[in-house]
């Protein structure tokens, strides 16, 4: 039986349903991440996990999961870039992660 935290507009969405809905979103999110030391299949796959992990609060029927997961992505990828910068100290109120030019 599905909770009723499962329904989105009505729709009981799956964590399948929602993945296959967002793959594309994920997809280009992932190609214009840059990463250092990560593909953007490695991208795409932290994109995946985060979406699985916070599958309850992108169907909350609240906005569309394009919208929220929008946001979700951004900030993994800002944290993935974080995380491969090590110990290096930055200003991050203005990184932006999909500016090839830093």
Known sequence: ???EEDLMFGVKMEVDEL?????PLIQVKAKLANIPG???EDVA????IIT???????????????????????????DLYK???????????NYDPFNWDK
């Open 19 to 23: 993945l296959k809905q967002l793959e």
């Open 38 to 40: 990560m593909d953007w």
């Open 45 to 48: 796959q932290e994109l995946r």
């Open 1 to 3: 039986m599905k909770k």
């Open 52 to 78: 699985w992990k916070q599958h309850k609060r992108l169907v909350n029927g609240l906005s569309k999961p394009e919208t929220f997961a929008n946001i979700i992505f951004n900030n993994k990828i800002k």
């Open 83 to 93: 995380l491969t910068q090590g110990d290096k100290i930055r200003d991050w109120s």
